[in-house]
């Protein structure tokens, strides 16, 4: 089995880009990833692209829609759509084409333009049924953020987190964004301007939930031979690269859902995927939490920051707002958060934020990223969460 | 007083009002498994016989947690303007072993103390041009749940 090498990636500032097509932001970042790995685009052996739902027909083709705008080669295209986890799964599905040795070379492509405020549903066939209860569920009342405050009230009640909590992580991932030029958001904010932000779905607050932006990134995998041809130097390998779902019996009601296992009849874990996406991970790399360098999780709320560094193994239920009061989590921290800046600081692209958080991690391996830089940084872990329970951890080492 | 207005469910088969306001989910005959909405096979990836038979759920469940929703949903709901924020409450059904959410029906979100009983109750929804979407809520049932 043939190691993976990240060879190239691409990174398009993150936004709201009216006047440009995720077409365009997708080719761009597919050019600069080839470009960046020293390679031609003919050279590609395979693509994989996020099957962009809000880009209609032809997005949910993105990959052939590219390739038809810079020049069809006739390589294998798969295009892939697992919510805000498509980035991760996008990336499994590359590594499985090269540890197999069934390619040298994949591009991996995340393209994507969101609409404004909650995800609205997709529309589906008239003649169903029953509705969706994706359709339901808005019915009832109940956005994305509402599933995360209800978590987040549970949290409150069992461990005595509080507001500020919740206002602190923002105001940590606002000052790692300040640093990186390709973050939408790059204010650094205060405690008191993060408290005085609207009530969205109380306790979280508007600057404690990710935007939904404009966003692409691009990632050019290959095998080790490949990348000794290549010349591809410092060797960042992708030492794992998970995919997991969710397991009966686990309390979290997902989105769009409107039951679950109770919290009392629980057979399962709170966020059963996300906790064994990382725990495959790990056994894949053969480390621990404890030998990461830094993290890239999915931020999606502050919640989800306090709750993935429990999930993802890095402290003991209830433990992560101390790593937070601490100053742990921030840069300069024993173990960065979402340095960065998180999609706290870029805003949801739910094709391409995956894909943004490998970008991240290779720049940190190869030392190049600036005032955001982790200082002797060595192995990183990230982490997607995606509707309906989908879940991807990569395990970068250099 | 006019026509009264035409009443459409939220979701067909997942909540009854007579003789009393209940949500309705599946059993599973072999393992016992509720689920809700009703599914029309057992969801244990355990279970052999995975045969479920339509079942009311408790109408008393306990507070698990709530939350208020400041701005509106998007369509198909239709939203007052001014918008009035909603309160999303989880209920477990202990018995069932199943949490459950739902709108808060009536009162404030003040009165809310995790843990206190909450009963299920069948109310508007919205209005549109069709008539009145109803479906299940909660409010306190008064007392702490005890089953």
Redesign the interface.
């Known amino acids: 089995m043939s190691d993976v090498i990240v060879a190239g990636v691409g990174l398009h500032p993150w936004g709201k880009f009216p006047e440009k097509s995720w077409v365009e932001m997708g080719a761009e970042v597919a050019l600069s990833a080839v470009a960046d790995a020293g390679m031609e685009w003919t050279q590609v052996e395979a693509m994989v692209s996020g099957a962009m739902q809000w880009g209609g027909s032809t997005g949910m083709r993105s990959g052939n829609t590219i390739s038809a705008a810079l020049g069809e080669t006739g390589v294998p295209i798969a295009n892939i759509n697992n919510a805000c986890a498509s980035g991760g799964s996008l990336m499994r599905a590359a590594y499985a084409m090269i540890t197999s040795g069934m390619h040298d070379s994949v591009l991996v492509i995340g393209t994507d333009k969101s609409p404004k405020?909650?995800f609205?549903?997709v529309p589906v066939l008239a003649d169903e049924p029953?509705?969706p209860?994706d359709?339901?569920r808005?019915?009832?009342?109940?956005?994305n953020p509402?599933y995360w405050?209800?978590?987040m009230?549970?949290r409150m009640?069992a461990y005595g987190s509080t507001e500020e909590h919740l206002a602190q992580v923002k105001v940590k991932n606002s000052r790692h964004g300040s640093l990186n030029p390709y973050a939408r958001y790059r204010k650094a904010f205060t405690l008191e301007q993060v408290l005085a932000s609207?009530?969205?779905?109380?306790?979280?607050r508007l600057l404690e939930i990710c935007a939904t932006s404009d966003g692409a990134a691009a990632v050019v995998l290959v095998s080790e031979r490949k990348a000794r041809r290549l010349g591809v130097s410092p060797m960042v390998k992708v030492a794992a690269c998970s995919l997991a779902s969710g397991e009966?019996g686990d309390?979290t009601?997902r989105i769009p859902l409107?039951?679950?296992?109770?919290?009392?009849?629980a057979t399962a874990p709170l966020l059963s995927e996300s906790r064994l996406a990382a725990q495959m991970a790990y056994e894949q790399a053969g480390l621990g939490p404890e030998d990461m360098d830094f993290v890239e999780l999915p931020d999606n709320s502050s919640w989800h920051e306090l709750q993935y560094l429990e999930t993802m193994g890095f402290c003991d239920p209830g433990e992560a707002e101390k790593l937070l009061d601490a100053g742990e989590t921030a840069l300069g921290g024993r173990l960065p958060v979402c340095p960065s800046g998180g999609f706290s600081s870029f805003g949801e692209a739910t094709m391409a934020q995956g894909v943004l958080q490998i970008v991240e991690v290779t720049w940190q391996l190869r030392g190049t990223a600036g005032a955001r830089q982790v200082e002797g940084a060595r192995k990183a872990i990230t982490e997607v969460y995606g509707a309906q329970a989908n879940n991807s951890a990569c395990i970068l080492t250099t | 007083m006019g026509e009264p207005m035409k009443q459409t469910p939220?979701?067909?088969g997942a909540f009854v009002s007579d003789p009393e306001p209940a949500l309705v989910?599946s059993r599973c005959r072999s393992c016992e498994t509720v689920?809700?909405?009703a599914g029309f096979t057992c969801?244990?990836?355990?279970c052999a016989h995975k045969d479920v038979v339509a079942t009311p759920l408790s109408r008393i469940g306990r507070l698990?947690?709530?939350?208020?929703?400041?701005?509106p949903?998007?369509?198909?709901?239709v939203a007052p303007d001014p918008f009035v924020p909603?309160t999303?409450v989880?209920v477990?059904?202990?018995s069932?072993?199943?949490?459950?959410?739902?709108?808060l029906a009536g009162g404030s979100v003040d009165q809310l103390r995790?843990g206190m009983a909450m009963e299920t109750v069948v109310e508007p929804?919205?209005s549109d041009d069709s008539g009145e979407?109803i479906?299940w809520k909660f409010r306190p049932a008064g007392g702490d749940a005890h089953e």
């Open positions: 405020g909650y609205p549903s029953r509705p209860i359709m339901v808005w019915q009832v009342g109940v956005p509402a405050a209800i978590e009230r549970k009640e609207p009530m969205v779905c109380d306790p979280l009966f309390p009601i409107l039951a679950a296992a109770s919290d009392t009849a | 939220v979701l067909e989910g689920a809700f909405p969801p244990n990836p355990r698990a947690s709530w939350t208020t929703v400041h701005f949903p998007p369509p198909p709901f909603i999303v989880e477990e059904f202990v069932e072993g199943i949490q459950v959410v739902g709108p995790m929804y919205y979407v479906g």
